[in-house]
């Protein structure tokens, strides 16, 4: 199992068009965010490579470059915002190598608006010409009602996302095998202003908790950095990683202020150890592909 954070940003990424602070212009690489989105790469029960995003925003092309994506069989969608759901076009090409569909789960609403916004996709038969398009299968679901992917337990968790109900995520193996895993269970809990209390239940035990902490200025609908900070130590996760933000917070001197088994996510971070297929495949160098990784690794 890998768990890659495939952008850490806002909705104007980072650095910001025509900005000249200190996060904009830094030379650390982990201050450059991309929009907020991740991905599980593992194998499943038969030992078949599988992926799953989380979300699929406007940056996936770059993203799924960067990761050395080659499969996507399932998109996740925790709302309908631009910075989540603007790359579905990209997921043609997976289709491609894959020689088959990509199933996409979403609310009702979203799935709606994916619906409204990609009606090109989902009614290929009103396309003027015969154009090269996903193949998309699409699977509503609801909060608290779990649902399975190539092996992998998807609790849905109601959110509030300044008045927008949204969906965190907690993600465990169907079938539990001890020892396999030690980022399971994970929560992914992005765009949060407000975790509603019948919501709480759905995170106690996690190990990885993904959580939302935009700035440290008030914000309507996203937790500050000190907002987060207490939601993550009240669910009290093993480790939490914070993720959606913006060029207010330097990667390093946040880091330096939080406490012990939480920090700021960064693009490229690995958590946990995977070798798809074509990692451990030849190159035409005749070395081996890429290997996994556990740790930010800026040449990944």
């Not at 029960?45 to 979300?55: A, E, K, N, V, Y």
């Not at 619906?115 to 996903?134: D, G, L």
């Not at 092996?151 to 965190?168: A, E, K, N, S, Y």
């Not at 440290?216 to 207490?230: E, G, M, Y």
Request: aromatic share 8%.
């Amino acid at each position: 199992m890998r768990f890659t954070f495939l952008g850490t940003g806002t909705s104007s990424g980072v650095p910001v068009v025509g900005c000249g602070c200190a996060v904009c212009t830094s030379a650390d690489p982990r201050d450059n965010r991309l929009r907020t989105a991740a991905v599980l790469e593992f194998a499943d029960r038969q030992g078949q490579d599988r992926t799953i995003l989380l979300d699929c925003g406007p940056d996936m092309r770059q993203q799924a470059l960067r990761a050395h994506l080659r499969r996507c069989d399932a998109v996740v969608f925790t709302h309908n915002h631009v910075d989540h759901t603007f790359g579905v076009d990209e997921l043609r090409r997976f289709n491609v190598l894959q020689s088959g569909p990509i199933e996409v789960y979403a609310e009702a609403g979203v799935m709606e608006s994916l619906h409204r916004v990609y009606t090109h996709i989902f009614e290929q038969e009103r396309n003027i010409n015969k154009s090269f398009v996903a193949t998309l299968i699409p699977f509503t679901i609801e909060p608290e009602r779990p649902f399975e992917i190539c092996g992998l337990r998807f609790t849905p968790i109601r959110l509030m996302h300044g008045r927008l109900p949204v969906l965190g995520f907690r993600i465990e193996r169907a079938v539990n095998v001890p020892g396999v895993d030690d980022i399971l269970p994970l929560a992914y809990c992005t765009d949060v202003s407000a975790i509603p209390t019948e919501s709480w239940a759905k995170l106690r035990g996690v190990r990885t908790l993904v959580l939302d902490a935009l700035r440290k200025r008030h914000h309507p609908t996203h937790f500050t950095l000190d907002q987060a900070v207490a939601a993550a130590s009240e669910i009290g996760a093993e480790r939490t990683y914070f993720v959606h933000m913006t060029h207010d917070l330097l990667h390093a001197a946040t880091n330096a202020e939080l406490p012990a088994g939480m920090e700021l996510a960064c693009d490229g971070l690995a958590l946990g150890s995977f070798t798809s297929a074509h990692e451990k495949a030849p190159d035409a160098s005749g070395a081996g592909g890429r290997a996994g990784v556990s740790a930010w690794d800026p040449t990944a």
